[in-house]
């Protein structure tokens, strides 16, 4: 996931090579989320967000923003917006 920023100077056939594999590394994370421990949802977690990249409105106790790693950002923002509840505003989801 880390190197589809780097390939945005490469052709139009490895970025979307890169994309599909971002995608499918996705989907994994998600089949393995239930059986997964605390530590490798931590681990999950930090492969797709920023430092800080959880924003909680601690009044309403709900997770409010998400700011993705940029390499993540384009396909999380395609899966999540399906939802209706999310909307890509700058460099998150909100």
Same mark, same amino acid.
């Given at each position: 996931?880390?190197?589809?920023?780097? #390939?945005?100077?490469?052709?139009?056939?490895?970025?979307?090579?890169?994309?599909?594999?971002?995608?499918?590394?996705?989907?994994?994370?998600?089949?393995?989320?239930?059986?997964?421990?605390?530590?490798?949802?931590?681990?999950?977690?930090?492969? #797709?967000?920023?430092?800080?990249?959880?924003?909680?409105? #601690?009044?309403?106790?709900?997770?409010?923003?998400?700011?993705?790693?940029?390499?993540?950002?384009?396909?999380?923002?395609?899966?999540?917006?399906?939802?209706?509840?999310?909307?890509?505003?700058?460099?998150? #989801?909100?």
């Amino acid at each position: 996931m880390f190197t589809l920023p780097a #390939l945005l100077e490469q052709g139009t056939e490895i970025i979307r090579q890169a994309a599909l594999s971002v995608g499918e590394a996705l989907t994994e994370m998600t089949a393995s989320w239930g059986e997964a421990t605390p530590e490798e949802r931590r681990d999950i977690v930090g492969e #797709l967000l920023m430092v800080e990249g959880l924003v909680y409105d #601690l009044e309403r106790q709900v997770i409010v923003g998400l700011i993705p790693r940029p390499s993540v950002l384009p396909i999380l923002a395609l899966g999540i917006q399906q939802t209706g509840k999310w909307e890509q505003r700058e460099e998150g #989801l909100w």
